[in-house]
T-cell receptor, first 113, second 113 residues
Framework: GAGVSQTPSNKVTEKGKYVELRCDPI?????LYWYRQSLGQGPEFLIY????????DSGLPNDRFFAVRPEGSVSTLKIQRTERGDSAMYLC???????????FGPGTRLTVT | GENVEQHPSTLSVQEGDSAVIKCTYS??????FPWYKQELGKRPQLIID?????GEKKDQRIAVTLNKTAKHFSLHITETQPEDSAVYFC????????????FGDGTTLTVKP
């Protein structure tokens, strides 16, 4: 079946602009996660959804970052007033439940110029 | 919060030799420890995981050991092959907050033919 997909695969934006990154989880997966990965480092947890609600958003770096999952499937990570330090690979993952294996998407590479 | 340290950062072995990667964690409440393989430009993929109720798990050439008392766990790859070359990440999480996986910074494994 289809895996986790993310769009766009690459996004270049100017400092100060607003961006939206989309994640389509595996069908039927109730848990969805967002991570940020900088070069040479492991994925860094941002936020985790169980169904439609954010079960844990403690990894969001500041209030410029926000994520939604209105129907319990597709999720959008929103970044306002982007800064150069936001440049990274943003990874989405989903799992059947929070107790199951996480499957990662291919990521969106965000570059803020 | 949880802190995961991973060593070594780079590892080079000859084809057929064994490779060992070690991780330590700080939160004694962590009870789920997955290992991911990430090839260049690709998404992380789960290769093996272990829960805290067992000390060792094996899957063909890959094994993971866990020492809860010392709070460390290790990945063992035997009979390495060039296709094992990749970045390997360990992670730790707690069942009740399984979304919040904390990753190590990765080990770049190179298997020389």
């Amino acid at each position: 079946g289809a895996g986790v997909s993310q769009t766009p695969s690459n996004k270049v934006t100017e400092k100060g602009k607003y961006v939206e990154l989309r994640c389509d989880p595996i069908s039927g997966h109730t848990a969805l996660y967002w991570y940020r990965q900088s070069l040479g480092q492991g994925p860094e947890f941002l936020i985790y959804f169980q169904g439609t609600g954010a079960a844990d958003d403690s990894g969001l770096p500041n209030d410029r970052f926000f994520a939604v999952r209105p129907e319990g499937s597709v999720s959008t990570l929103k970044i306002q007033r982007t800064e150069r330090g936001d440049s990274a690979m943003y990874l989405c993952a989903s799992s059947l439940t929070r107790l199951h294996e996480q499957y990662f998407g291919p990521g969106t590479r965000l570059t803020v110029t | 919060g949880e802190n995961v340290e991973q060593h070594p950062s780079t590892l080079s072995v000859q084809e057929g030799d064994s490779a060992v990667i070690k991780c330590t964690y700080s939160d004694s409440a962590s009870n789920y420890f997955p290992w991911y393989k990430q090839e260049l430009g690709k998404r992380p993929q789960l290769i093996i995981d272990i829960r805290s109720n067992v000390g060792e798990k094996k899957d063909q050439r890959i094994a993971v050991t866990l020492n809860k008392t010392a709070k460390h766990f290790s990945l063992h790859i035997t009979e390495t092959q060039p296709e094992d070359s990749a970045v390997y990440f360990c992670a730790a999480s707690h069942n009740t907050n399984a979304g919040k996986s904390t990753f190590g910074d990765g080990t770049t494994l190179t298997v020389k033919p």
